[in-house]
Structures are given as structure tokens and as C-alpha cells.
């Protein structure tokens, strides 16, 4: 009994040795890796700073967006547009000196960018998208060079986002219609002989007849949301309306607050311009 009481102080005396034995200097510890930094946009304003990433599924948006703010060109403009539940805007170059009845909104470079539609990219609140012209002067929904808007929004039911989604869809179809009837001009002809020789009845049962070639194009490309986007624009809120419509090319990470309070400020009901000049400035940032 006690050689065996000896053996385990013996045990625990050289286990305290070992540990204080000084580390080997030819055994190389390998350092931790560094966490890699991304890169975030920062916009600064005097109610705060707003974070955001850019998506990668929108390069021409991205990479115009970092080439204008490596540029500057954001430095002292307005948020010249807001609108309370809906979103606040800026980017207009013409908004750095504007005085305080200057109409804005209408300033950018010489250029507009794609459209990059993406199922994936929608309109939650934070959103990050790029403004543009009405349909009827920019049918291809091009977005402008600098102008883009924050989206503030507010909170939907599902009724209501079927809604949308029914007529986005009815709105896919008639496209896809129109795009099949404009790219033959042999059914352009037929319809109009019919309208003229046949009538309403005739014209119908020639469009029945395209009917199954015209629902294989629209094959897979139903506008749906998933369940995750449903429970966002649900809980979060945002503008649901305006997907499929604008480029959403990133997403706010941090400063909702910051963008809450820019949402509130008055504005002239008129214009939507606020009383009071919002300034920004916008920098790439690692984080």
C-alpha cells in the first residue's frame, strides 16, 4: 500500500517536471492564421455610418459602384430623396452644390449600366439598389451610373405577396407572349389576316394553337419567392414591388438604425427632398 502511495507522488512530481521542461527551440510553432478582412462599403453621415456588402452576382453593378467611390464621387452628396416606409436615395452629382429649392434626381454620368435581375437579390429592408429612368423612356430597365437607393420599406402579408407574385408572373407571360409573336414575322402576318378576313373567334383558335410552344418558353421561368424571402418581407419588411424591376447589387450589415432615422427625417411632400441636406461619404472599408 504504500509503495503504491509512493509510486503515484513519484508519478505526479515527474508530470510537473515534464510540464516545466523548457520547449525544444528547433521545433517551429506554427502561428495562428490572421482572420482574412472583407471589404465593406461605408456610407457616413451626420446621423451615422451604414455598412454594406456588395453582391457578387452583380459584377457590373459592384465594380462600378467601388470604381466611383475609389473616384470620389460620392464625397459631400445629398440624400436628396427620401420617403418614409419606402427608401431613401442619392448619388445625384448635381446634389454637391445644389441650393435649397434645386430640383434633383436627374444628375449621373454619361452611361447606364444593365439591368443584373437576380431571383435571389430582392428588395428586404437594407437593400441596396441602383435607380433609373421610367419604363417608358428606358424599356430595358437600365440602371443609372450613380444614382441608388436604400430601401426602408415596411412589413407585408402573405395575401399580399402572392399578389405580387401573381402579377409579376402575369406580367412574365405577356412579355414572353409579345417576344414570340414580334420575333416570327409570319404569325405577325397571320394575326393580322385573321383580324381582317376572319375575326375574333378565328384569331383565338390560331393563338390556342401556339398556345403549347409559347408555354415552353415561359418553362422555369416563374417568378417565385422562397420561403426564407416570404418570412423576410413578412418580419423585416421592404418593397417587394420593385423586384424584377430594379438591380438590387448589395445589402446593409450594419447601421439599421442609421438608416431608420434618415427615413424620417421631413421632406418637402412635392419634391420628397428633406429640409435639411443629408451629406454623404462613401469609402471601402476592411472589417
Do not use: W
Amino acid at each position: 500500500m504504500k509503495k503504491s502511495i509512493l509510486l503515484s507522488i513519484l508519478l505526479v512530481f515527474a508530470m510537473k517536471l515534464i510540464a516545466q521542461k523548457p520547449a525544444n527551440p528547433n521545433i517551429k510553432v506554427k502561428p495562428k492564421p490572421s482572420k482574412k478582412l472583407e471589404e465593406y462599403v461605408k456610407i457616413s453621415t451626420n446621423y451615422g455610418d451604414m455598412f454594406f456588402v456588395l453582391f457578387d452576382n452583380t459584377p457590373k453593378h459592384r465594380d462600378n459602384f467601388k470604381k466611383l467611390i475609389k473616384m470620389h464621387y460620392y464625397d459631400s452628396l445629398l440624400f436628396h430623396r427620401i420617403i418614409r416606409d419606402f427608401m431613401i436615395q442619392g448619388g445625384d452629382p448635381n446634389s454637391k452644390f445644389a441650393d435649397s429649392l434645386a430640383i434633383l434626381g436627374n444628375g449621373g454620368p454619361d452611361y447606364t449600366i444593365p439591368a443584373e435581375f437576380r431571383n435571389e437579390n430582392v428588395h428586404i429592408k437594407g437593400a441596396l439598389c441602383a435607380a433609373r429612368t421610367a419604363d417608358e423612356f428606358n424599356p430595358k430597365k437600365e440602371s443609372s451610373g450613380s444614382q441608388f437607393y436604400i430601401v426602408q420599406g415596411r412589413k407585408f402579408s402573405m395575401s399580399e405577396i402572392e399578389n405580387l407574385m401573381n402579377s409579376r408572373n402575369y406580367k412574365r407571360k405577356q412579355k414572353i407572349f409579345n417576344d414570340f409573336i414580334s420575333s416570327d414575322s409570319s404569325i405577325a402576318n397571320k394575326l393580322a389576316d385573321l383580324q381582317k378576313t376572319k375575326g375574333k373567334d378565328a384569331i383565338l383558335k390560331y393563338l390556342s394553337e401556339l398556345q403549347p410552344t409559347i408555354d415552353k418558353s415561359y418553362e422555369n421561368k416563374e417568378f417565385l419567392y422562397t420561403a426564407d424571402q416570404v418570412l423576410l418581407y413578412k418580419e423585416k419588411g421592404g418593397t417587394p414591388h420593385l423586384d424584377d424591376e430594379y438591380t438590387v447589387f448589395g445589402r446593409l450589415v450594419s447601421g439599421m438604425d442609421v438608416l431608420d432615422k434618415i427615413a424620417t427625417v421631413y421632406a418637402n411632400p412635392q419634391t420628397n427632398r428633406p429640409i435639411i441636406d443629408i451629406r454623404m461619404n462613401i469609402s471601402l472599408v476592411k472589417r
